[in-house]
């Protein structure tokens, strides 16, 4: 196939970031709301250079020109990717001090630069950075003595040049102050000091004023604020470990210590010296992003928290619950009368947490099963699985220790749930477990029934005020019987069953799905009525595009609506002509990942935990189940499918060349996020 037919996967995360990007500078999103997709931003980007850019540059200091779908070999992807990320941050940062600053200021929330200090306010600095910051800052000037200190992963710092000699003779010219993260990276000032109740200054502004103070003796020629990212992937040889958890704990101190792989310093930082600093951290130039302004743009995510302005955010949303729990108390109960969808975060996610708090406490109930790639530090949920074991019930907990970024959190709540009796998995090496399903087992009338959930979303009651997914509650014993025998592969040894109703990976998942293209295919060849619908995060797997590509040329109809990267492109004549592709950016991040196929009237329905990606099909446990209930079906069609593909407000189009266009506004305005809040929330719901 031809190279021509694939989008690079850096490429397309950029333009996702990009898109969301895009929201900073939209006039019809609140302004704070606004800052915060500025945040948002710089975060996607530190990950994307952890992660992504150190595996290109891994395979470039391998010398491996291997090339992907896209015909790229890795040297020249970067070469692409750093033209792009430059492009973007810059723009970023436009956006940042020629839009949302100025507009801020026009509502009395101000950043004070030190031109605008004046004496009354200088002074109140000055007692500050004497009482909160010189005590615990430590200054490290460079000589034979004192060599390049080990700069910590995405760590503020200042290289500091100076003249003049020390009390002991010294003169390096260059010396390395660390902002300890435990600073604030923005102070807000007291109101009697600047008039209004919404100032704020900078920590690097704090420290350029008085970085002078750290050098008694010495002239401060210039203080350079810096940053640098890291390579946080963790090189793990699992199959010789003997304990996964020690070693998962082990390796993550050396996480702050990786590769180098971007440096970000303040624009006014002369050349020689970013050179001086691109070269102790091995980079060239091309690796060097000048910003006008702070280096970590992330810090400003608590500003909306640290502003009263409610006029200036969204509108707070209350989800509502679902109708068969508010008839329902017992949740046991309302699951044997039918299934149960649970829609985030247009509806609770509080009965998730409590079907597991009153199986903890329900003396029938005798054992409860559940995964965990990511949750909350002070997970309700965890405490009643440790409840539930304190009491004598048999708990079984799935933890992954190698959701990334999430390692340490998880490696606390294994010791803790230990501790407590229950037993503790680490799932099985080589594939992260990244199916979300919890079971639990009941005694009712002498009998054993069990209850499931099974979500396309983690358990983790933050995020699921924030992002969009849907969960399942049921009982019905062939959907069951298929998660019990997958929480026995996890836990167990042996051979996988044959599941009744679910697709797993790293076995079935990735077949399924291609043979269900191709039924849906063959049914078009036939002059029948064939329309594909999928929604999920990403989209790279080249076996699926592949079947998707010819699919269209049968003449299936094919709507995707793909959050992030997607390799696929649409609208290529003779190729993708049936092919529509769309990206969806909003208030909340979209997370569901569902597959429809028409089937000549059928209208099969699956949710799942996975992505179309080969890491999802072949290096991870996942789950896809089928939605049988007709009522539930019917549910995710319109509130999951139908709803997104009328989106003509947070709706991105994808071109045949990659690029993604805003979809024209044409007849009523439909916003699927906003039509999803007004029909779901509390209070439109009786």
């Excluded at 333009?15 to 895009?22: D, K, M, W």
């Excluded at 996988?496 to 295919?521: C, G, R």
Aim: some cysteine; glycine content about 6%.
């Amino acid at each position: 196939m031809n190279q021509e037919y694939f989008v690079n996967r850096e490429l397309g995360l950029l333009a996702f970031n990009r898109r969301v990007l895009a929201q900073a500078a939209d006039v019809s999103v609140p302004l704070l709301e606004r800052l915060k997709f500025l945040c948002i931003v710089s975060s996607n980007m530190d990950e994307f250079f952890e992660v992504r850019v150190a595996g290109i540059k891994n395979q470039i200091r391998l010398n491996n020109t291997q090339t992907g779908p896209d015909g790229l070999s890795p040297k020249d992807a970067f070469q692409k990717i750093s033209i792009e990320a430059h492009k973007l941050i810059d723009h970023q940062y436009k956006i940042f001090n020629d839009v949302v600053l100025p507009e801020l200021a026009k509502e009395n929330i101000h950043f004070l630069r030190r031109a605008s200090w004046n004496q009354e306010l200088k002074n109140w600095i000055e007692d500050y950075f004497f009482r909160e910051l010189m005590p615990i800052l430590t200054p490290i000037g460079l000589d034979p003595s004192h060599p390049f200190p080990r700069v910590l992963n995405k760590s503020l710092n200042f290289a500091v040049e100076l003249e003049g000699k020390d009390a002991f003779g010294r003169n390096s010219g260059i010396a390395i102050v660390q902002a300890p993260r435990a600073l604030p990276r923005v102070i807000k000032l007291p109101e009697s000091i600047c008039g209004g109740n919404n100032s704020f200054v900078f920590l690097s502004s704090i420290l350029h004023a008085h970085v002078h103070e750290l050098f008694s003796g010495m002239t401060v020629k210039g203080c350079y604020q810096f940053r640098v990212t890291r390579d946080s992937e963790l090189y793990l040889e699992e199959e010789d470990a003997s304990d996964l958890r020690v070693l998962v704990k082990n390796e993550l101190s050396h996480r702050q210590f990786g590769n180098g792989v971007r440096l970000e310093v303040a624009d006014s930082c002369p050349l020689e010296m970013a050179a001086f600093l691109l070269s102790k951290f091995g980079l060239t130039f091309d690796d060097l992003y000048q910003v006008n302004g702070m280096v970590n743009l992330v810090r400003l995510m608590q500003i909306p928290d640290l502003v009263d302005r409610p006029d200036l955010k969204y509108k707070p949303y209350n989800p509502s619950r679902p109708l068969e729990l508010v008839k329902e108390e017992d949740i046991f109960k309302a699951i044997r009368k039918q299934d149960i969808l649970l829609h985030h975060p247009y509806q609770s996610f509080n009965p998730v947490i409590e079907l597991i708090t009153q199986a903890s406490r329900d003396p029938h109930v005798l054992a409860i099963k559940q995964t965990f790639y990511r949750t909350s530090a002070d997970s309700h949920l965890m405490k009643a699985l440790i409840e539930a074991a304190q009491s004598g019930k048999e708990v079984t907990v799935v933890v992954e220790l190698l959701a990334r970024f999430d390692e340490e959190a998880n490696i606390n709540w294994a010791a803790k749930l230990e501790d407590a009796g229950a037993h503790v998995v680490y799932g099985v090496v080589g594939h992260k477990t990244h199916a979300k399903m919890a079971m639990i087992v009941r005694s009712e009338q002498g009998k054993l029934r069990r209850y499931v959930h099974l979500s396309t979303g983690n358990y983790h009651q933050r995020t699921a005020k924030l992002y969009t997914d849907f969960g399942l509650f049921t009982c019905q014993e062939s959907i069951c019987r298929d998660v019990n025998d997958v929480f026995a592969q996890l836990t167990g040894l042996g051979k996988s069953n044959k599941l009744k109703h679910l697709w797993q990976s790293p076995f079935t998942m990735h077949s399924n799905l291609v043979e269900a293209i191709k039924k849906e295919t063959e049914i078009a060849k036939s002059g029948k009525k064939a329309h594909i619908i999928a929604k999920m995060n990403a989209l790279l797997d080249k076996d699926i595009i592949l079947a998707l590509y010819k699919a269209s040329n049968a003449g299936v109809k094919i709507d995707l609506i793909v959050r992030g990267v997607c390799a696929l492109k649409p609208g290529i004549k003779g190729v993708s002509e049936n092919i529509r592709v769309r990206s969806i950016v909003g208030r909340y991040l979209e997370h569901t990942r569902i597959f429809y196929f028409y089937h000549q009237g059928q209208r099969l329905v699956y949710l799942s935990s996975a992505d179309w990606m080969y890491r999802n099909f072949f290096k991870r446990i996942e789950i896809c189940f089928p939605i049988l209930d007709a009522k539930v079906k019917k549910r995710v069609i319109k509130e999951g499918l139908d709803v997104y593909l009328k989106d003509n407000i947070n709706s991105w189009i994808m071109s045949a060349d990659g690029s993604y266009y805003h979809r024209a506004k044409r007849g009523k305005a439909l916003s699927a996020q906003e039509f999803l809040m007004h029909s779901m929330g509390e209070e439109f719901v009786s």
